[in-house]
């Protein structure tokens, strides 16, 4: 059984793999040769001290969004509405910034940073309210809730928050005392990352270590026996959706404290839909999204200088990340119906598998 | 003035049976996949693929209807993919369907870049409103729908059609039992996923006419991302419609009114941002799911692969 829980592990490795390998068919038709492409990819996102800092700099959204994604999924909520949450996360962080002045950096970010979490949660509420109240599906709600955030954004940089005089839609600077230090000098390279990876490690010990992780799984796994064991199933869910939310909000708010300092109508390149790619390839892990969000954070910062160079499109990292979940759909089905049919193999010999063995294999994962 | 007036409404009308008709096809596609047991998050997908091999085909191989059939093909195709994963494979269907959507932003956006632009093509021949002899000159309802072009009678078509189909022959009957007892339908010697294959490739077929209904009825042209979330109105419209092909057309023509709104308040600039209006038909689906939803009105099957051998 370690065996198969070793190729279990791997699935999203082979995945990844797999997409990478039809994506060298794409730069293929894009006109480029495939080896150079890639290694132009990998040159552009760690070779020099600037693509270094933009890996790390795309990497702090995707690590803040995919653990928002990944805490819902620990409870079998799918929050496909993190680009929403970063939108709104990031206009709450400007609230603070804009209006409130004269406080010190220790007091400012952290209250930024809190506004940002704030909205992002707020954002989730709804979804997850109607989920558990009335049993509307959390996938079609918090991906409308999406677009909402993005033209709520739109509408507030082009109106009320809107820098007097500006060329285009953005807001008016953030206070300086907002702005997260710098990490590499002369770089965009921000201290968010540190403050991603701390989080990341504190939900890494929260769902290893505590009772509430243990709760939330026992909820994602299987909400009928974690009621019968006397959890509040609703409030599990609620916490859960609510706390990713907040994640991907702060997404937003780093983004607009740590690099960009104004709100930008559509800051967000679409952070929130990659958040989903990286919390599914590590099955919810908050280290596993550590991993995942930099290497999507590299294919990113890389791809911009392969299609600087070669011309191939950077859509072309979209097209790979959607290739590496499907194959690790396929790839999790695959394993699950051999491991089904093998403990129903077992059954049927008379073994000690029961059928809560084989109901719990049939619903492992995803 | 009441000409004025009246002309105003008959166009607000016409825009709203205009905009209503890509989410309408889209949520016939989705009845058919979720009365089968298959939720289809990947319409937006679909809708999307067929929007860029719309244009492709009107280009390529000349005119609109082309256009339209390879668009019904690409989306059909994405229905085979899901279908395979989903139905085959029975790997989870949010995930399948998430998986197809960002693939399908990816693809479409990057095929965009390699095929279009190098290639000179933009605007495209595109469908022209028909029309339809007679029907045409009644008063306000023939202007508004019977003067449009051919993928809205496509649409007015499907749903009686589709309604009859699904609650008056043995096919629908067969379709409906897959989707709520897959068990009783296997017992009774349907091959049960066979029909869902059909229904969700036929879902695709309709999705992708929703998507050259966009490239090819009104701009003429591709845009990225242009389906814009359309797909996931669709999905509230089939929700709010109770699964029914009239109810979902009936929602499609709600959000397709509230759509034809922000055009109105952007044309006649009414001292309204555009943002909020646009973002009506998004907060319309979300209240109409919320408030008027039934929690026992999904097939009992829906979402859950089915396996004969797991017996």
Not at chain 1, 212 to 233: C, D, H, I, K, T
Not at chain 2, 167 to 176: D, E, I, K, S, V
Request: no cysteine; aromatic share 10%; glycine share 12%.
């Amino acid at each position: 059984m370690t065996l198969r829980l070793a190729a279990t592990r791997l699935i999203p490795v082979w995945a990844v793999l797999a997409a990478l390998m039809l994506g060298m068919l794409l730069v293929r038709l894009a006109g480029a040769n495939p080896f150079v492409a890639y290694s132009e990819l990998l040159r552009g996102a760690f070779a020099d001290l600037f693509g270094f800092s933009t890996t790390l700099v795309k990497t702090t959204p995707l690590l803040f969004a995919g653990l928002g994604v990944a805490v819902a999924l620990r409870a079998g909520l799918f929050n496909i509405g993190a680009e929403g949450q970063i939108y709104l996360g990031g206009l709450g962080a400007t609230l603070v910034g804009v209006y409130l002045h004269g406080l010190p950096p220790v007091v400012h970010i952290p209250l930024t940073l809190f506004a940002g979490a704030l909205a992002g949660g707020l954002w989730a509420l709804l979804p997850i309210v109607l989920r558990v109240t009335r049993g509307v599906n959390e996938v079609i709600t918090t991906l409308l809730m999406n677009y909402i955030g993005f033209f709520l954004v739109s509408w507030v940089v082009s109106g009320p928050l809107m820098e007097p005089g500006a060329p285009y839609p953005y807001s008016r600077a953030l206070d300086p005392a907002t702005n997260l230090p710098v990490l590499i000098p002369a770089t965009d390279a921000h201290a968010g990352i540190l403050i991603a990876l701390f989080l990341a490690l504190l939900l890494h010990l929260l769902f290893a270590r505590t009772a509430y992780g243990f709760q939330l799984r026992a909820v994602g796994a299987n909400p009928m026996a974690s009621a019968y064991a006397g959890m509040n199933v609703r409030v599990t869910l609620v916490a859960a959706m609510v706390l990713g939310g907040a994640l991907a909000g702060v997404a937003g708010a780093v983004e607009v404290t740590g690099l960009k300092h104004r709100l930008f109508e559509g800051f967000s390149p679409g952070y929130g839909y990659d958040a989903i790619v990286v919390a599914f390839l590590s099955n919810g892990q908050p280290l596993g999204v550590v991993a995942m969000s930099f290497f999507f954070g590299a294919l990113r910062s890389g791809a911009n200088i392969m299609q600087r160079s070669l011309g191939v499109p950077v859509a072309i990292v979209f097209a790979i990340q959607g290739l590496a979940v499907i194959f690790l759909a396929a790839g999790l089905a695959i394993q699950r119906r051999s491991l089904v049919l093998e403990l129903l193999r077992a059954r049927l010999k008379g073994g000690a598998t029961t059928d809560a063995h084989v109901e719990a294999a049939r619903h492992d994962a995803f | 003035m009441m000409l004025f007036e009246s002309t105003l409404l008959l166009t607000y009308l016409t825009a709203a049976v205009r905009l209503a008709t890509p989410i309408g096809l889209a949520a016939l596609g989705g009845v058919l996949s979720e009365r089968s047991g298959v939720f289809n998050i990947a319409l937006e997908g679909m809708m999307l693929s067929g929007a860029l091999a719309g244009v492709l085909g009107s280009h390529y191989l000349g005119g609109p209807w082309a256009g339209l059939l390879v668009a019904m093909i690409s989306g059909a195709l994405v229905g085979v993919l899901l279908a395979y994963l989903s139905v085959s494979l029975g790997a989870n269907q949010i995930v399948s369907g998430v998986a197809i959507n960002l693939f399908a932003l990816g693809i479409t956006t990057f095929l965009a870049r390699i095929l279009l632009r190098p290639a000179g093509i933009e605007q495209v021949p595109a469908f022209q409103p028909v029309a339809l002899p007679l029907l045409h000159r009644i008063p306000v309802l023939g202007p508004v729908v019977f003067g449009q072009g051919p993928l809205v009678y496509l649409m007015l078509l499907a749903a009686p059609v589709l309604t009859v189909f699904v609650f008056r022959t043995p096919w629908g009957l067969a379709l409906r039992a897959i989707g709520e007892h897959p068990r009783a339908a296997d017992t009774a010697g349907i091959n049960v996923n066979l029909v869902r294959y059909a229904a969700v490739t036929a879902s695709g077929l309709l999705a992708g006419a929703a998507g050259a209904f966009l490239s090819l009825s009104h701009l003429n042209l591709f845009t990225e991302n242009m389906s814009a979330g359309r797909g996931f109105i669709a999905l509230a419209a089939v929700i709010f419609g109770k699964w029914h092909p009239l109810g979902a057309i009936g929602a499609a023509f709600l959000f397709g009114a509230a759509d034809a709104f922000q055009l109105l308040v952007q044309t006649f600039d009414l001292g309204i941002p555009y943002q909020l209006p646009v973002m009506l038909p998004y907060v319309l689906a979300l209240l109409a799911m919320g408030g008027l939803v039934g929690r026992s009105a999904a097939p009992a099957a829906a979402g859950t692969p089915y396996r004969a051998e797991e017996a």
